[in-house]
């Protein structure tokens, strides 16, 4: 029996993929290597997974219908961990048609094939974006979440949606993973803490939208591929859970942070703010912890230290 990781080539899911590996389980993964970035990167992702007798990577797209179902019944999948889709809020806003074929039809098409195949335990990476501009600091799980600020944000809160009607009409057990802001090694290159180091490397100036005031709420890798691993494991009925780090930073000092790991000074290219990006990103993460026992261990100087390392290494 196999866990299906669906987008395991990318950041996240090529984490997950070892962290199963070690787990001893067996594991294939189903990812298209879209050209959103260099898909030679996502296959180096892969390479100590692809070593092992357990893992078994299939190039395909979730919006595949046919090849969806084979695979499930080819592969004897007992559970699916969804983290494939197309990211980023301001790509979205420049081309919303395929942000919603993608993330939504997609994940249609793999609870549809969950469900004929006798899949029952369903994991879904969904996006502190489905908070938009909440007011109220932390976010929790029990807060509305009427009011996206980007088509990204609204397929992710609809892929939410999707995942509780297949849990009430067909009891297909199922928990949605709100992530935020994800950090660390193979972070994808368009992300702000890969970009920001590899341009202050190079020392060409970085670009900062807005006063640098926004607050985000920066996970490490390894926090987040410790709660999807629990949530996993307790998989049962419809959940959704905030994974954070629940210390927000700003866009200020996120670069003087990032300037002490690199231990170079940065350029800054002031600019306007960007149209659906969020004011701030605050996990309340006690839901997580008092039922799946998560507990972020990496504090952000720790992350970016061995970011850092990392990117040095490549």
């Not at 959103?36 to 070593?51: G, M, Q, S, V």
């Not at 420049?94 to 249609?108: E, F, I, M």
Request: with cysteine.
């Amino acid at each position: 029996m196999s866990v299906l990781v669906t987008g395991g080539a990318g950041f996240i899911g090529s984490h997950l993929c070892e962290a199963l590996l070690d787990a001893g389980q067996e594991v294939v993964t189903l990812d298209n290597f879209d050209d959103f970035y260099d898909p030679a990167l996502k296959r180096a992702n892969l390479a100590a997974c692809l070593e092992s007798p357990r893992f078994k990577l299939v190039s395909g797209d979730i919006r595949d219908e046919v090849a969806v179902a084979a695979l499930l019944q080819d592969e004897g999948v007992h559970a699916i961990i969804h983290l494939a889709a197309k990211a980023g809020v301001r790509p979205s806003i420049a081309d919303p048609l395929s942000y919603q074929d993608v993330n939504v039809r997609g994940t249609a098409v793999l609870l549809e094939a969950a469900r004929q195949h006798g899949v029952r335990k369903f994991v879904s990476a969904s996006s502190s974006s489905v908070y938009g501009n909440n007011a109220k600091v932390p976010f929790a799980e029990t807060d509305r979440v009427d009011f996206p600020i980007s088509p990204y944000a609204a397929t992710k809160r609809a892929g939410e949606l999707l995942c509780h009607a297949y849990h009430h009409l067909f009891g297909i057990d199922i928990t949605c993973l709100r992530f935020f802001t994800v950090y660390g090694p193979r972070q994808r290159p368009d992300l702000a803490i890969h970009k920001f180091a590899r341009l202050i490397e190079a020392g060409q100036p970085i670009p900062v939208f807005g006063d640098g005031s926004m607050l985000r709420d920066h996970t490490f890798i390894a926090d987040i591929i410790s709660g999807v691993l629990r949530a996993l494991e307790r998989c049962a009925g419809y959940h959704i859970y905030n994974l954070g780090e629940s210390r927000p930073i700003s866009l200020n000092d996120l670069i003087a942070a990032l300037e002490r790991a690199l231990g170079k000074r940065a350029l800054l290219e002031r600019l306007p703010p960007q149209a659906g990006d969020v004011e701030r990103t605050y996990a309340d993460v006690s839901l997580a912890r008092a039922e799946l026992g998560y507990e972020p261990q990496t504090r952000l100087e720790d992350g970016l230290r061995r970011f850092v390392t990392w990117l040095r290494s490549t």
